[in-house]
């Protein structure tokens, strides 16, 4: 081996580039420590052997007389230079790495960028022994013309500069740019890559994200805001509007109660007034589905205390049906009923009114009769391993106790007034022969049973304990040590 290090050693010199090449084109990237000590261990051999065989990096070339020999050691020579620009950048960009993550990419390729041009302006000085001042004059003017051409792509990197350094968004933030809303997939030297909501990537130059609107949805990490805003009659009273938009809030469970969702009246004019409901949930998934869940409670709680939503379509003059009747028009479950049916059903309800924390059917009680809600807010809440908890609310349009009707069963949940409740109560012996004269509605009443036996099924099944493992003896000592 010494004799062929001594014998063909520009050679060899070759053959640790290419094992070096080789070497990290095979290693995978997990094992990234293990490449960068084989990279600073292959350099350090390539080091040793230029330096003994006469080959310093410092000074040209030691053979002028044999042109061959003299440029493959002045390309050995230059490598060396580059060949140390990169065992260095990798160096810097796992430090990086580890310091600041992902987000300090953009910093590592420009001090990358930086090592080269030292290298090679180096390279140039000392192998080639040129002139660096003329080189250097040469390359300002060249750098001029290419940063006069390059003007928006400049922007667009020192732009990068910038949002790096005051890290207003990271990856994986859910932000907005002048309106454009999605998910941070990549932030490198030309622009910001946001995975949209539709699915779509958009590609964002970082010198219009430094000039915009930015909002990060993801900071605080645990609060993620949402809005609904409605427009309603200007002849409403907003009193109405707001206590039943309250009410609606109170139904939507996902909502965070601090910070406290809120209701505000925004705008008002002869035209209508807007008003808007704003709170926080605890992820971004949930945003899409709790503003829908939202804006239907809304729509139903407003219904319920006799406000519309404003339409710029006109309507055919609406029908004044009393409530009873407007809650049978409006059902899911009797909306089947001929209009004569349903004028005999809406004077067979009869009114029944519970106050705030007022249970309406306990858990075990089998119900004699049906109850349609017509305004406020029910709290469903079932047990699991002898502990209650609030498994979801329901508001106006919604039916309970069909488990006595159908089946004769009781109910497993308690269900309890969360805000001042008034209800509509039909009576078994009443309901009882409709069910079997019309088999639909039987079926439909029957299908949102199974559903919810489904659901509290799942709900109060208890979560298997995951047993710890046993520590073993290195484990133990670890922890001692």
């Known amino acids: 081996m010494p004799t062929l290090l001594t014998?063909?050693?520009?050679?060899?010199?070759?053959?640790?580039?290419l094992i070096d090449i080789l070497l990290w084109r095979l290693i995978s990237a997990n094992s990234s420590n293990w490449k960068l000590a084989l990279r600073l261990v292959i350099f350090s051999l390539f080091s040793v052997l230029l330096f003994n065989e006469g080959m310093n990096p410092m000074e040209p070339a030691p053979w002028p007389e044999n042109v061959p020999l003299h440029l493959a050691a002045t390309g050995l020579q230059i490598g060396w230079w580059l060949f140390g620009a990169r065992t260095l950048t990798v160096l810097l960009g796992t430090v990086m790495m580890q310091r600041v993550g992902h987000t300090g990419r953009l910093l590592q390729d420009l001090i990358g960028a930086v090592i080269f041009l030292i290298a090679i302006i180096a390279a140039l000085a000392y192998v080639l022994d040129l002139p660096v001042k003329g080189v250097l004059a040469t390359s300002g003017a060249v750098a001029i013309i290419v940063g006069l051409a390059l003007q928006s792509t400049l922007s667009d990197v020192f732009s990068g500069i910038v949002l790096n350094a005051t890290k207003p968004y990271q990856i994986d933030d859910w932000i907005s740019i002048d309106g454009t809303e999605g998910r941070v997939t990549d932030i490198d030297w030309r622009a910001t890559r946001l995975q949209t909501t539709q699915g779509s990537m958009a590609v964002i130059p970082n010198s219009l994200a430094a000039k915009a609107k930015i909002i990060n949805f993801s900071r605080p990490r645990d609060l993620f805001g949402l809005s609904v805003s409605l427009q309603i009659s200007p002849h409403a009273r907003p009193q109405t509007v707001i206590e039943a938009l309250e009410r609606a809030m109170q139904g939507c469970r996902p909502l965070l109660g601090k910070p406290a969702p809120n209701v505000a009246l925004k705008s008002s004019?002869?035209?209508g007034a807007e008003y808007e409901i704003s709170g926080f949930v605890s992820s971004m998934a949930q945003k899409r589905e709790v503003r829908n869940?939202?804006?239907?409670?809304?729509?139903?709680?407003?219904?319920?205390?006799?406000?519309?939503?404003?339409?710029t379509v006109e309507t055919a003059t609406p029908?004044?049906?009393?409530r009873p009747r407007a809650l049978l028009e409006g059902s899911n479950?009797?909306?089947?009923?001929?209009?004569?049916?349903?004028?005999?059903?809406s004077q067979n309800m009869t009114l029944q009114t519970f106050r705030a924390g007022e249970m309406i059917l306990a858990t075990g009680e089998v119900s004699d009769h049906l109850f349609i809600i017509e305004s406020g807010v029910v709290s469903v809440a079932l047990s699991r391993a002898g502990t209650k908890f609030e498994a979801g609310r329901m508001g106006p349009g919604e039916v309970i106790g069909e488990a006595g009707i159908l089946e004769g069963q009781a109910v497993i949940a308690d269900f309890s007034a969360k805000t001042f409740c008034t209800l509509y109560r039909i009576e078994k012996e009443y309901l009882k022969p409709c069910l079997d004269a019309r088999r639909d509605i039987s079926d439909a009443m029957k299908s949102l049973l199974d559903f919810r036996l489904h659901t509290a099924h799942t709900l109060t099944q208890e979560v298997p304990k995951v047993v710890e493992k046993r520590k073993g003896i290195?484990?133990?000592?670890?922890?001692?040590?």
């Open 7 to 17: 014998d063909h050693p520009l050679l060899c010199a070759l053959a640790l580039i």
């Open 269 to 271: 004019s002869s035209s």
């Open 319 to 322: 029908v004044n049906y009393s």
């Open 293 to 311: 869940q939202l804006f239907d409670l809304a729509y139903r709680h407003l219904k319920a205390s006799g406000v519309s939503l404003l339409s």
């Open 474 to 481: 290195l484990q133990w000592l670890r922890s001692r040590a």
């Open 333 to 345: 479950i009797f909306s089947t009923l001929r209009q004569e049916e349903k004028d005999t059903f």
